[in-house]
């Protein structure tokens, strides 16, 4: 289940999890609610893709028809995998009623329930809902594991990260004179890139950084402001497909989001052995380590421009071995975090 195949780290983990299992010998069907977008290029031939919007079920007929809907989709017994919090809540509300299939549901994003007078309610829903016999729950982190069992009492939560093809990435050869850094993403609030170009603004004007992401509007707009405010060392592109190509080219990384559950991106960037320098999320504070990188608050400009000066300095003094960075990233292949998921049901 994928909303869209637009880019994101989200919808790209889903079409790398789609291949893996196609790749074991299963048979693989993916629903979308959005056919379009540049990574349905790179899903395998032999996956089938069907258009299904999974609907907002708030009645017990919407709820037959939603169930008649989707059993024509989904043979029984299968196990669906949900990339997203509604397309979840709505098929886990109803296996609880016909226990057709077994679900897994993958946290990119925490559960959070906002203060009302029936959260408790909502609280509830979601301990059932996550807490169902055929319902097991993928943690990107182990902080986010911890948290959904303290804060909503899920007791089949199991730990297993995002994961990469290890052979399509190629070891870069840092630059020592005159280090590049780079920066993927949507150009979202969360992603930081607002806090990215005040922290540029208080770097050396030899410190140079690109950003590449998707977002034209929010693009442009941090375009005319770094033009008015006379940044010149930092330069906001469109997306880019091809991440290892792309990350070869450079020296370091640069993630400044103010949330993130994992950070596809950063073992991208180790199994190129780029050194990184993250923001205190849950996803960095358990990938980078003192060999890979270095780790600054989130949402605070001056810490992030202190980072990247340090980081850039450290880089032209050859403080940090490619090869060292990238044997951190073999724990994220392919082959042994499927093995994982293959797991989780006996």
Excluded at 51 to 60: D, E, G, Y
Excluded at 177 to 194: F, M, Q, T, W
Excluded at 258 to 266: A, H, K, P, W
Aim: aromatic share 10%.
């Amino acid at each position: 289940m994928i909303w869209n195949f637009f880019v994101g780290g989200a919808q790209k983990y889903a079409v790398f999890l789609a291949n893996a299992y196609s790749e074991k010998g299963y048979t693989v069907t993916v629903l979308t609610s959005n056919i379009d977008g540049p990574f349905k290029d790179l899903l395998l031939p032999n996956i089938e893709v069907k258009v299904f919007r999974v609907p907002v079920v708030k009645s017990l007929k919407r709820l037959v028809s939603f169930s008649k809907a989707l059993n024509k989709l989904i043979e029984p017994g299968s196990l669906i995998i949900c990339n997203g919090p509604n397309n979840f809540r709505q098929i886990a509300r109803l296996n609880l009623f016909f226990r057709r299939w077994k679900i897994l549901q993958v946290l990119h994003n925490d559960n959070n329930i906002q203060k009302s007078t029936f959260s408790f309610l909502k609280t509830f829903e979601v301990r059932v809902l996550f807490n169902q016999k055929h319902v097991r729950v993928i943690a990107l982190t182990h902080k986010q594991k911890i948290d959904h069992e303290n804060r909503l009492g899920l007791r089949n939560v199991s730990v297993i990260p995002n994961f990469i093809e290890l052979k399509d990435f190629t070891l870069t050869t840092l630059s020592k004179k005159n280090p590049i850094g780079v920066s993927l993403g949507r150009y979202a609030p969360e992603k930081g890139y607002d806090v990215l170009l005040s922290a540029m603004k208080q770097v050396s004007k030899g410190i140079r950084l690109d950003v590449y992401g998707a977002g034209e509007k929010e693009r442009l707009r941090l375009v005319k402001e770094a033009e008015q405010e006379n940044v010149s060392n930092i330069r906001f592109n469109g997306p880019v497909l091809n991440v290892p190509e792309t990350l070869y080219k450079y020296d370091f990384y640069v993630l400044p989001s103010q949330s993130e559950s994992f950070g596809l991106v950063l073992i991208e960037a180790n199994a190129c052995g780029l050194p990184i320098i993250a923001t205190d999320c849950d996803g960095p504070m358990e990938i980078v380590d003192n060999e890979s990188g270095l780790i600054v608050p989130k949402n605070n400009a001056t810490d992030l421009a202190k980072g990247i000066t340090q980081l850039h300095k450290l880089v032209q003094e050859g403080y940090y071995d490619p090869k060292v960075i990238r044997q951190k990233s073999l724990k994220y292949g392919t082959e042994n975090v499927i093995e994982l998921y293959l797991g989780v049901f006996d």
